[in-house]
């Protein structure tokens, strides 16, 4: 059974960090791509940034790039989403997923999704 557990969101004030973690169990982790996407109130989901578990080559949208970095501990089956500089148009519920295909930024592409972690971030 796939499991992805997400955790560290929290209410920060703008230009403040965050780290947030997605615990995985149950996947081949080598042959998934992990992603994180956000999903404000009254938006669509949309894809954050995306890790190759097998390489580390990582992948960014551009409102994140330059202050947000993902990784991963092979050891301890997580994912991380560092999160620096934030602004309060960050605001959302974060979700980690997984895809077991290709580096995609489709969320429907991806097939495990964790139950999300709420960050706030006040002007």
């Known amino acids: 059974q796939v499991q992805l557990v997400e955790s560290g969101g929290g209410l920060v004030q703008a230009g403040d960090s965050l780290r947030l973690s997605c615990a995985a169990s149950?996947?081949?982790?080598?042959?998934?791509?992990m992603g994180w996407f956000r999903q404000a109130p009254g938006k669509e989901r949309e894809f954050v940034a995306a890790?190759?578990?097998?390489?580390?080559?990582?992948y960014y949208a551009d409102s994140v790039k330059g202050r947000f970095t993902i990784s991963r501990d092979n050891a301890k089956n997580t994912v991380y989403l560092q999160m620096n500089s934030l602004k309060p148009e960050d605001t959302a519920v974060y979700y980690c997923?997984?895809?077991?295909?290709?580096?995609?930024?489709?969320?429907?592409?991806?097939?495990?999704w964790g139950q999300g972690t709420q960050v706030t971030v006040s002007s």
């Open positions: 997923a997984a895809n077991k295909q290709y580096v995609s930024r489709r969320s429907f592409d991806y097939d495990y």
């Open positions: 149950g996947l081949t982790f080598s042959s998934y791509v």
């Open positions: 890790i190759r578990w097998s390489s580390g080559s990582t």
